[in-house]
């Protein structure tokens, strides 16, 4: 089990530049789940699909924000354009749907971090 | 409305010492699950442990206890002779059922900094 995988490690870009962020989330999970993390807002949930459907995307901050996930093993976090106060770090997360396992928990990726110049 | 509330931004202790990291949820749902995560220096998140809100067992695992008490919306973690590599960020947060669904999203508390010095 490769876990979640987040692509790029790092991004460094110009500010009104296109950002994509990519997440390929573990084989099986019917969830999953884009977080941001800056200092000021701590770990705040994005947006979360199931299944392949966008099930919450109030967290979402605005219009040059927008995810897809065309496939089970796939998911893209755009950013257009970026602005420098979209500098954080992003995760993905994959959830399966059954919490019968006492030891799951949702799993991160490493995370992508962006700096928007 | 869901939340999380860790009051400790920042622990200091000397390593063996004992330390617990303090959680408050609120939440008017009667099932959801907790979690702690760690989050070390190199930036990923660590998941450390879940409980469901109908076991309130409390858990054991090597240095690490966890105590869960729905009477005062607490899930405190405590680590016993602390050492260097307990420093990391720690993480309390909390997953309420989505209607029809066995999942929902991650509140995050706002974290406490833990830093064992030798």
């Known amino acids: 089990d490769a876990g979640v995988i987040q692509s790029p490690r790092h991004e460094v870009t110009e500010m009104g530049q296109e950002v994509t962020l990519r997440c390929k989330p573990i084989?099986?999970?019917?969830?999953l789940f884009w977080y941001r993390q800056t200092m000021m807002r701590g770990l705040e949930l994005l947006i979360y699909f199931n299944n392949n459907v966008p099930i919450d995307d109030s967290g979402m901050p605005e219009d040059r924000f927008s995810a897809k996930m065309p496939n089970a093993s796939f998911s893209t976090l755009k950013i257009q354009p970026s602005e420098p106060r979209d500098s954080a770090v992003y995760f993905c997360?994959?959830?399966?749907?059954?919490?019968?396992?006492?030891?799951?928990?949702?799993?991160f990726g490493s995370g992508t971090r962006l700096t928007v110049v | 409305a869901q939340k999380v509330t860790q009051a400790q931004t920042e622990i200091s202790v000397v390593e063996k010492e004992d330390v617990t990291l303090d959680c408050v949820y609120e939440?008017?749902?009667?099932?959801?699950?907790l979690f702690w995560y760690k989050q070390p220096p190199s930036g990923e998140l660590v998941f450390l442990i879940r409980r469901n809100s109908f076991d309130e067992q409390n858990e054991i695992s090597g240095r690490y206890s966890w105590n869960f008490q729905k009477s005062t919306s607490s899930f405190n973690f405590t680590i016993t002779a602390s050492q260097v590599v307990d420093s990391a960020v720690y993480f309390c947060a909390l997953s309420v059922l989505a209607f029809s669904s066995n999942t929902g999203k991650l509140i995050f508390g706002q974290g406490t900094t833990l830093q064992v010095k030798p």
């Open positions: 084989s099986g999970h019917d969830y």
């Open positions: 939440t008017r749902d009667t099932t959801y699950y």
């Open positions: 997360a994959s959830s399966p749907g059954d919490f019968q396992d006492l030891n799951y928990g949702y799993t």
